[in-house]
């Protein structure tokens, strides 16, 4: 038999990163619902029809599809070849999948608010913190199956929305612990930046070759451009738009001049600096930092995206999102706007790992260990500990009658701080032993003042 092993791209998690993770959860829930959010949860697995051509053709490749089964239609199992090479494409056929694992939060909330639009109160706000899963090849920071923490408001076409999320962001990387920026573009300045380069039926291949400018620079960028027919003075035009730098003002400064009155450039121009400006009042703009270079190769954004990097590590984006203004009308429910952002908690929790900012007291939950010195020590002993449970103590006793060494080095391995021993001449008295191990004192505690004790 051979090793047991994982799929590549997925993770086991002990004791140690559970707890970590939860709390960051945690701080990320506790936000959002600060900010009014309401949970929602949605199934695994979504209808392939639900998933295919929200996320672009490159986006459809990664999608995770669940073969079909004789239980749901023998009629259906005769797979062939030819259908098989259809899903290496990223296309489909209903002989082999009719259903895929989600690939993100957002595609599956449509469809969710378009299946009960009628009886939600708009705006609609709400979060949602599941497990999504993606074919991609695995690397640091890239898991096939990972976490996404996501608040979406979708009813309102107002501004303030984009304030909100940009704020949750800041709250939530404020609380913990960790410097991050908030890089803000608007698909509207691309969509100007594609009509000045020839027209808006070339947006799609400019944001996707844009989108690509981090990983493979400008040189590979200018060579996807010029197979997508992208001409010399286009692409011209296009390298300076990516080379605009210098402060949050001049940058929208140098746009302005460089798009010449673009319609929607100018549209996109005020929205973002709509966003600085209610920030310059909160004292929060400092975070926030106008970049143009910024993508976000999705094809449903349609207005303001964000991305989040945090400062001074080596990890890709932390966070993003944006607006997507009729997303649910690919479920026949159209003029229903929205907005929405994602924390990747995975990268997040190695960021944080990196730079050593989890507090020590994450990694803490019992606080006692009770010594099992045999049956009717262990009897007063378990008495004890379920008066401490009682009050949100947690503690646990050896159950095995063991020796000291054994049960103090169980104690050290799970970093329980205190140990609480009774012995026979300490059950006839009605006391304890307490001994903090991360300090050495050790104490004579009688059994009825264990309970208004600190821990």
Same mark, same amino acid.
């Given at each position: 038999?051979?090793?047991?092993?994982?799929? +590549?791209? *997925?993770?086991?998690?002990?004791?140690?990163?559970?707890?970590?993770?939860?709390?960051?959860f945690?701080?990320?829930?506790?936000?959002?619902?600060?900010?009014?959010?309401?949970?929602l949860?949605t199934?695994?697995?979504?209808?392939?029809?639900?998933?295919?051509?929200?996320?672009?053709?490159?986006?459809? =490749?990664? /999608? $995770?599809k669940?073969?079909?089964n004789?239980?749901?239609n023998?009629? !259906?199992?005769t797979?062939?070849?030819?259908g098989? +090479?259809?899903?290496?494409?990223?296309?489909?056929? *209903?002989?082999i999948t009719?259903?895929?694992?989600?690939?993100?939060?957002?595609?599956? $909330?449509?469809r969710y608010v378009a299946?009960?639009?009628?009886?939600?109160t708009?705006?609609?706000?709400r979060?949602?913190?599941?497990?999504?899963w993606?074919?991609d090849?695995?690397q640091?920071?890239r898991?096939?199956?990972?976490?996404?923490?996501?608040?979406?408001? &979708?009813?309102?076409d107002?501004?303030l929305?984009?304030?909100?999320l940009?704020?949750i962001?800041?709250?939530v990387?404020?609380?913990?612990?960790?410097?991050?920026?908030? =890089?803000?573009?608007?698909?509207?300045i691309l969509?100007g930046?594609?009509?000045?380069?020839?027209?808006?039926?070339?947006?799609?291949?400019l944001?996707?070759?844009?989108?690509?400018l981090?990983k493979?620079?400008?040189?590979?960028?200018?060579?996807?451009?010029?197979?997508?027919?992208f001409?010399?003075?286009?692409q011209?035009i296009?390298?300076s738009?990516?080379?605009?730098?210098g402060?949050? %003002?001049?940058k929208?400064?140098q746009?302005?001049r460089?798009l010449?009155?673009?319609?929607?450039?100018?549209?996109?121009i005020?929205?973002i600096?709509y966003?600085?400006?209610?920030h310059?009042?909160s004292?929060?703009?400092?975070?926030?930092v106008a970049?143009?270079?910024?993508?976000?190769?999705l094809?449903?954004?349609? #207005?303001?995206?964000?991305?989040?990097?945090?400062?001074?590590?080596?990890?890709?984006?932390i966070?993003? #999102?944006?607006?997507?203004n009729?997303?649910t009308s690919?479920?026949? &429910?159209?003029? &229903?706007?929205g907005? #929405?952002?994602?924390?990747?908690v995975?990268? /997040?929790?190695?960021?944080?790992?990196? !730079?050593?900012?989890f507090?020590?007291?994450?990694?803490q939950?019992?606080?006692i260990?009770?010594?099992?010195?045999?049956e009717a020590?262990?009897? %007063?002993?378990?008495?004890?500990?379920?008066?401490?449970r009682?009050?949100?103590i947690a503690?646990?006793?050896?159950?095995?009658?063991? =020796? $000291?060494?054994?049960q $103090?080095?169980?104690?050290?391995?799970? #970093?329980?701080?205190?140990?609480i021993?009774?012995?026979?001449?300490e059950?006839?008295?009605k006391e304890?032993t307490?001994?903090n191990?991360?300090?050495?004192?050790?104490q004579?505690?009688?059994?009825?003042?264990l309970a208004t004790? %600190?821990?």
């Amino acid at each position: 038999m051979s090793k047991p092993s994982l799929p +590549q791209g *997925t993770r086991d998690f002990n004791a140690a990163t559970v707890q970590k993770r939860q709390y960051i959860f945690q701080t990320i829930r506790t936000v959002f619902e600060l900010y009014g959010f309401q949970p929602l949860e949605t199934p695994a697995m979504e209808q392939l029809e639900t998933l295919m051509g929200k996320y672009g053709e490159e986006g459809d =490749k990664l /999608i $995770f599809k669940i073969l079909n089964n004789g239980l749901d239609n023998p009629q !259906k199992v005769t797979a062939t070849a030819e259908g098989f +090479q259809k899903i290496l494409e990223g296309k489909n056929t *209903t002989q082999i999948t009719e259903r895929a694992l989600r690939y993100d939060l957002t595609i599956p $909330f449509a469809r969710y608010v378009a299946m009960h639009h009628g009886a939600l109160t708009f705006p609609f706000k709400r979060y949602q913190i599941q497990p999504v899963w993606r074919a991609d090849r695995p690397q640091k920071g890239r898991y096939r199956e990972f976490y996404q923490c996501d608040a979406d408001i &979708v009813g309102s076409d107002s501004l303030l929305n984009e304030v909100e999320l940009t704020a949750i962001y800041l709250t939530v990387f404020k609380q913990l612990n960790l410097g991050v920026e908030v =890089k803000l573009n608007n698909r509207k300045i691309l969509l100007g930046l594609a009509q000045v380069c020839g027209g808006e039926d070339k947006m799609i291949d400019l944001t996707i070759a844009i989108d690509k400018l981090d990983k493979i620079g400008w040189e590979k960028v200018a060579e996807e451009l010029d197979r997508k027919g992208f001409s010399a003075e286009q692409q011209k035009i296009i390298q300076s738009y990516l080379e605009i730098e210098g402060s949050n %003002e001049s940058k929208l400064e140098q746009l302005s001049r460089l798009l010449n009155g673009n319609e929607s450039a100018v549209k996109g121009i005020e929205e973002i600096q709509y966003v600085l400006d209610y920030h310059a009042q909160s004292g929060l703009a400092k975070n926030l930092v106008a970049d143009f270079t910024l993508a976000r190769g999705l094809n449903y954004y349609t #207005g303001l995206i964000f991305e989040v990097k945090a400062i001074d590590a080596q990890m890709g984006s932390i966070g993003g #999102g944006g607006r997507y203004n009729d997303l649910t009308s690919l479920f026949g &429910v159209p003029n &229903v706007p929205g907005v #929405g952002i994602s924390f990747g908690v995975d990268r /997040i929790y190695d960021v944080l790992e990196e !730079k050593n900012l989890f507090p020590a007291s994450v990694e803490q939950n019992t606080k006692i260990l009770f010594f099992n010195l045999g049956e009717a020590e262990a009897k %007063e002993a378990y008495h004890l500990m379920e008066t401490l449970r009682a009050k949100k103590i947690a503690c646990e006793i050896y159950p095995d009658k063991s =020796k $000291f060494d054994k049960q $103090f080095k169980y104690a050290e391995k799970k #970093g329980i701080p205190n140990i609480i021993i009774i012995g026979s001449d300490e059950l006839s008295k009605k006391e304890c032993t307490l001994k903090n191990l991360t300090t050495g004192t050790q104490q004579i505690i009688p059994f009825d003042a264990l309970a208004t004790m %600190e821990f």
